[in-house]
């Protein structure tokens, strides 16, 4: 008897640790394209998906991806995403794109993390200088210098960045394993929230004079709003 109570409880405690450590489950039908009319809708995954029978082909698709985005910016680089945003058929399929272009040497698509979505991403132009850094405690740095036809992996929520090292424009295209991965960029977060973060607690994490954070954050915080 004993021998049985055992092998339940380890089946209860397989079964729960499975659901603990289980992702978003899988679609249970062909699609659920979002619609933000709330009349008539099913609310799955963050959207409000359409009825099948009213689906049609525009649902599934975007043109617009060989424009060349505007790297005229502070950081010379522009994202120009394809996510559930612009193409509602995504919704619950667990996937989507970008395109990214960056100016010249110094183009930068500064560091930042997508909290949902591990991310692969393709050189098609251009040298890019790559990164990602690892969690805590070891702060492991990985690079690698690519080219036209290198491909690199980003890990699920790590920071990591690209950066134009060559002298004529770089374009790369990358897909993630979310409809809606979501970005944080760091020195826009954590110095141009709003409201601001308390310029003592910033001080004292990045062991900057007060005065520095103040200006970081006027910088920040206008460029942010």
Same mark, same amino acid.
């Given at each position: 008897?004993?021998?049985?109570?055992?092998?339940?409880?380890?089946?209860?405690?397989?079964?729960?640790?499975?659901?603990?450590?289980?992702?978003?489950?899988?679609?249970?039908?062909?699609?659920?394209?979002?619609? #933000?009319?709330?009349?008539? %809708?099913?609310?799955? /995954? %963050?959207?409000?998906?359409?009825?099948?029978?009213?689906?049609?082909?525009?649902?599934?698709?975007?043109?617009?991806? !060989?424009?060349?985005? !505007? +790297?005229?910016?502070?950081?010379?680089?522009?994202?120009?995403?394809?996510?559930?945003?612009?193409? &509602?058929?995504? /919704?619950?399929?667990?996937?989507?794109?970008?395109?990214?272009? $960056?100016?010249? $040497? %110094?183009?930068?698509?500064?560091?930042?993390?997508?909290?949902?979505? +591990?991310?692969?991403?393709?050189?098609?132009?251009?040298?890019? $200088?790559?990164?990602?850094?690892?969690?805590?405690?070891? #702060?492991?740095?990985? +690079?690698?210098?690519?080219? &036209?036809?290198?491909?690199?992996?980003?890990?699920?929520?790590?920071?990591?960045?690209?950066? !134009?090292?060559?002298? +004529? !424009?770089?374009?790369?295209?990358?897909?993630?394993?979310?409809?809606?991965? %979501?970005?944080?960029?760091?020195?826009?977060?954590?110095?141009?929230?709003?409201?601001?973060?308390?310029?003592?607690?910033?001080?004292?994490?990045?062991?900057?004079?007060?005065?520095?954070?103040?200006?970081?954050?006027?910088?920040?915080?206008?460029?942010?709003?």
């Amino acid at each position: 008897m004993k021998g049985v109570q055992f092998l339940v409880a380890f089946v209860l405690l397989a079964l729960a640790s499975k659901l603990v450590s289980a992702s978003d489950p899988s679609p249970l039908q062909d699609f659920c394209v979002a619609i #933000n009319d709330t009349k008539d %809708g099913v609310f799955v /995954n %963050g959207k409000f998906c359409k009825d099948p029978k009213l689906a049609k082909a525009e649902d599934f698709y975007l043109s617009g991806l !060989n424009i060349p985005g !505007n +790297t005229s910016n502070q950081v010379g680089s522009m994202v120009t995403p394809a996510n559930v945003q612009q193409i &509602p058929g995504l /919704n619950t399929l667990g996937i989507s794109l970008v395109r990214i272009d $960056y100016a010249p $040497y %110094g183009g930068l698509n500064p560091p930042h993390t997508h909290p949902r979505a +591990t991310e692969i991403l393709v050189v098609v132009e251009g040298t890019l $200088y790559v990164g990602f850094v690892t969690s805590n405690m070891d #702060n492991r740095l990985f +690079t690698k210098v690519l080219h &036209p036809g290198d491909v690199f992996v980003f890990p699920e929520g790590l920071i990591h960045f690209q950066f !134009n090292i060559g002298h +004529t !424009n770089a374009v790369a295209f990358a897909a993630l394993s979310s409809q809606n991965p %979501g970005v944080i960029t760091i020195a826009n977060a954590v110095f141009g929230s709003d409201p601001a973060i308390n310029p003592d607690v910033l001080a004292k994490a990045f062991q900057l004079d007060k005065n520095i954070v103040n200006q970081l954050q006027s910088r920040f915080w206008w460029d942010n709003n």
